[in-house]
C-alpha cells in the first residue's frame, strides 16, 4: 500500500513552460485535493475533486488547470509557468471525512 | 481574510515537558479541527481530530481541546519527545463543502535535550 504518491519529486522549470504533476492513490479515496504551501502562508487550495470526472477550484486556482480521468490519479497542469508558482505542491486524498492522506510533495521552482 | 490563525510561528520546549499549540478560528461554520505534523521534506501527517460537538480528544501523549465560546483550540504533547520536532498545522473543515480544510500557518515545535 503506497498510500498517496507525487511525480515528480523536484522540477526546475523557465517562466513560460509547461509542466504536469501527477498525483496517485490506492486507497480507492473519492476525495483529492491540490495545495501548495508558501514559506509563512500554511497550504492552500488550489483545485479538488470530489469525484472521477468532477473537479473545482479551491482558494487559489490561477494558472493551473486539473484533470481527473481516472479515480485514482489527479493531475495539476501549469500552462505558463511563472516565478510566483515557485512552491512546495502537495496532493491529498480522503474518502470525504475529514482527515486527508497526504503526499511527500513536489518542489517545483520557476526561474 | 486568515480564518485559522496560529499565532506563534515557533515553540521551543524542553523534552518531558508539556507542549502546547495554539489555534484560533473565526468561522462558525467549521465542524470538524484536525491536527496535522510536518516533518522536513514529508508531506503532512495525520495527528488527531476532534468534532464541533466535543470539548476534548484525547490519543496517547496527544490531547485536543476545543473552546467554542472562544473559537480556539489547542494541541497538548505530554511528554514532550525529541521526535516530536516538527511544524504542526491546526485545520478546520467547513460543513458541507467537499470536506476541504482550511489551514493555519503553522508552528515549528523545537524539543530539546
Known amino acids: 500500500n503506497a498510500g498517496v504518491t507525487q511525480t515528480p519529486k523536484f522540477r526546475v522549470l523557465k517562466t513560460g513552460q509547461s509542466m504536469t504533476l501527477l498525483c496517485a492513490q490506492d486507497m480507492n479515496h473519492e476525495y483529492m485535493y491540490w495545495y501548495r504551501q508558501d514559506p509563512g502562508m500554511g497550504l492552500r487550495l488550489i483545485h479538488y475533486?470530489?469525484?472521477?470526472?468532477?473537479?473545482a477550484k479551491g482558494e487559489v486556482p490561477d494558472g493551473y488547470n486539473v484533470s481527473r480521468l481516472k479515480k485514482q490519479n489527479f493531475l495539476l497542469g501549469l500552462e505558463s509557468a511563472a516565478p510566483s508558482q515557485t512552491s512546495v505542491y502537495f496532493c491529498a486524498s480522503s474518502f470525504g471525512r475529514a482527515e486527508q492522506y497526504f503526499g511527500p510533495g513536489t518542489r517545483l521552482t520557476v526561474t | 481574510d486568515q480564518q485559522v490563525k496560529q499565532n506563534s510561528p515557533s515553540l521551543s520546549v524542553q523534552e518531558g515537558r508539556i507542549s502546547i499549540l495554539n489555534c484560533d478560528y473565526t468561522?462558525?461554520?467549521?465542524?470538524?479541527f484536525l491536527w496535522y505534523k510536518k516533518y522536513p521534506a514529508e508531506g503532512p501527517t495525520f495527528l488527531i481530530s476532534?468534532?464541533?460537538?466535543?470539548d476534548k480528544n484525547e490519543d496517547g501523549r496527544f490531547t485536543v481541546f476545543l473552546n467554542k465560546s472562544a473559537k480556539h483550540l489547542s494541541l497538548h504533547i505530554v511528554p514532550s519527545q525529541p521526535g516530536d520536532s516538527a511544524v504542526y498545522f491546526c485545520a478546520a473543515r467547513d460543513t458541507g463543502t467537499a470536506s476541504k480544510l482550511t489551514f493555519g500557518t503553522g508552528t515549528r515545535l523545537q524539543v530539546t535535550l
Open positions: 468561522n462558525s461554520m467549521f465542524d470538524y
Open positions: 476532534i468534532s464541533s460537538i466535543k
Open positions: 475533486s470530489v469525484g472521477e470526472g468532477t473537479t
